[in-house]
């Protein structure tokens, strides 16, 4: 009979610009549930407080194994487990805990491919009893939306490398799939063909003889004994930083995904008179970043303001569009169709997030990734 892996039994080091930083299931436990404790009768098992409905908290259970699993998933497949994965807490201690691969992951990765161009994608619908293609997420009023196609183009290839779902097959009950199921379906195409297609979730990131993405983190995986895992991390000699590209501060782009957890919410209020915009501030990877709304969010109409506080921590993602005032200044907002703000409750202190393969937020059932 094999014995269960302790906190420390496996890690795995992050080369960074920074220097390496040790990874242990003990790490992993800190950053997704830093509140957790172990349980009385049985120590492989940790529990916390999470986020509910209504603003209340409930117990979310994490296992040792599933945090080890966690890091050996991250070894395997090259991946920061804390910026590019995230940890799924179950409801009861003899329900195992899950992880999710972020969707932005695949593609970023499919970037790098060498003679990569881009990709195209749009729903697959029953118009007028012929089956059409559309581009985006746009579909005419009557439009039967059957399925999402993507394609990628590589240069040298004498035809784009395609693949398609059936809406059948991807579409979950939840609130993101009832408020933009067209975004979500396409969103799934998208994320199949980087991980069957072009097999995205094996690739070392980046390629050789591509250009490193901004902040590109080599992963390199180690198993260390118990006793040396809990001095994996000594505080490194001060030293001067030689001057690179992460230094210039990172600029944010309107229409491109982000994620992060929420610092700061503040509804729309009356000043003097005259009606302020709401605002959130976010923490991501790359600073903290603010959007401002006159009309609330759907993901905020779901919860009363006065529960707002309990979403503080949480994890969420975000899309802004820039808006011009009468004054000529330029706005972050997320009150616009082309805007989203999808918030994962169950989600905490997680500096760097994003969605499942299912598009899930973290109260969902998991599933099976694709």
Request: proline share 8%.
């Amino acid at each position: 009979m094999s014995t269960p892996p302790s906190l420390t039994d496996v890690a795995i080091r992050i080369e960074t610009s920074a220097g390496a930083l040790t990874m242990t299931p003990l790490t992993l436990l800190q950053y997704f549930l830093p509140d957790a404790k172990p349980m009385p009768n049985n120590p492989q098992v940790y529990v916390g407080k999470i986020p509910a409905k209504g603003g209340t908290f409930k117990d979310g259970y994490v296992q040792v194994e599933a945090l080890a699993g966690m890091l050996l998933d991250a070894r395997e497949k090259s991946l920061n487990p804390v910026s590019e994965m995230y940890l799924i807490a179950s409801d009861s201690e003899y329900k195992k805990a899950t992880h999710k691969i972020k969707y932005t992951v695949g593609i970023e990765r499919a970037r790098n491919i060498k003679g990569f161009l881009g990709f195209n994608s749009g729903l697959l619908v029953l118009r007028a009893g012929a089956l059409t293609e559309t581009h985006g997420a746009f579909c005419l009023p009557g439009d039967n939306v059957l399925g999402a196609w993507a394609e990628c183009y590589i240069e040298g290839l004498n035809r784009p490398i395609r693949h398609e779902v059936l809406l059948t097959e991807v579409e979950r009950d939840s609130f993101i799939w009832r408020e933009r199921g067209a975004f979500m379906t396409i969103k799934n195409c998208e994320d199949q063909l980087c991980y069957l297609k072009l097999g995205t979730r094996a690739l070392a990131a980046p390629q050789e003889n591509v250009p490193s993405e901004e902040g590109e983190i080599k992963l390199e995986a180690i198993e260390i004994p118990s006793t040396v895992a809990a001095e994996a991390n000594p505080t490194p000699a001060a030293s001067t930083p030689t001057p690179t590209k992460s230094d210039i501060p990172f600029e944010f782009k309107p229409g491109v995904e982000y994620g992060g957890t929420i610092a700061e919410l503040v509804p729309r209020q009356q000043t003097n008179g005259k009606a302020a915009a709401g605002r959130i501030t976010i923490n991501t990877e790359h600073g903290p970043f603010t959007c401002f709304f006159f009309s609330r969010p759907a993901s905020l109409k779901e919860v009363e303001e006065k529960s707002w506080p309990a979403l503080i921590g949480c994890a969420c993602t975000f899309i802004y569009v820039a808006k011009v005032d009468k004054a000529g200044r330029t706005w972050p907002r997320l009150d616009d169709p082309h805007a989203t703000l999808i918030i994962f409750p169950e989600a905490r202190m997680i500096p760097t997030v994003g969605r499942d393969a299912d598009g899930y937020p973290l109260e969902a059932e998991p599933g099976s990734e694709g």
